[in-house]
Nanobody, 127 residues
C-alpha cells in the first residue's frame, strides 16, 4: 500500500546541482518523518536529511549549507535540493518514511525508525 519512488538522480560535475524527488502514496499519517539516506559502495547507509510533519528538519553535518529538504503535502512529494555537489556525495539515495515520528533536539534518522523505503536513485558526482 505505502509506496515511495525516487527520481532525479544523475551524473554531474563537482560544484553542480541536482534535485531529487520522492513521490509517495498510501502514506497519510498525521505525525511522521520523511528522510533521505544515502549509501556508497562498500559503506554503510547514512542519514542525509529529514523533515517531520511539523516542518522541523535535520541535516547531516556533511551536507549542512549545501542540501535543502522540503515536502509538498498536497502532492505527497519529498524533495532534496543538492547544491555544490562533491565527489564524496556519490551514492545511491533513498527516501524513507517513519510513522509516529517527530524531530527534536538530538534526534538522528536511525534506519530502524523508518519502516518504508524507496528503491533508490543514483547520484554520481565527478571531479
Amino acid at each position: 500500500q505505502v509506496q515511495l519512488v525516487e527520481s532525479g538522480g544523475g551524473s554531474v560535475q563537482a560544484g553542480g546541482s541536482l534535485r531529487l524527488s520522492c513521490a509517495t502514496s498510501g502514506f497519510t499519517y498525521s505525525a511522521y518523518c520523511v528522510a533521505w539516506f544515502r549509501q556508497a559502495p562498500g559503506k554503510e547507509r547514512e542519514g542525509v536529511a529529514s523533515i517531520d510533519s511539523g516542518g522541523s528538519t535535520f541535516y547531516g553535518d556533511s551536507v549542512k549549507g549545501r542540501f535543502t529538504i522540503s515536502s509538498d503535502t498536497p502532492r505527497n512529494t519529498l524533495y532534496l535540493e543538492m547544491n555544490s555537489l562533491k565527489p564524496e556525495d556519490t551514492a545511491m539515495y533513498y527516501c524513507a518514511a517513519a510513522e509516529l515520528c517527530r524531530i527534536r533536539v538530538g534526534w538522528v534518522p536511525d534506519r530502524a525508525l523508518f519502516g518504508y523505503w524507496g528503491q533508490g536513485t543514483q547520484v554520481t558526482v565527478s571531479s
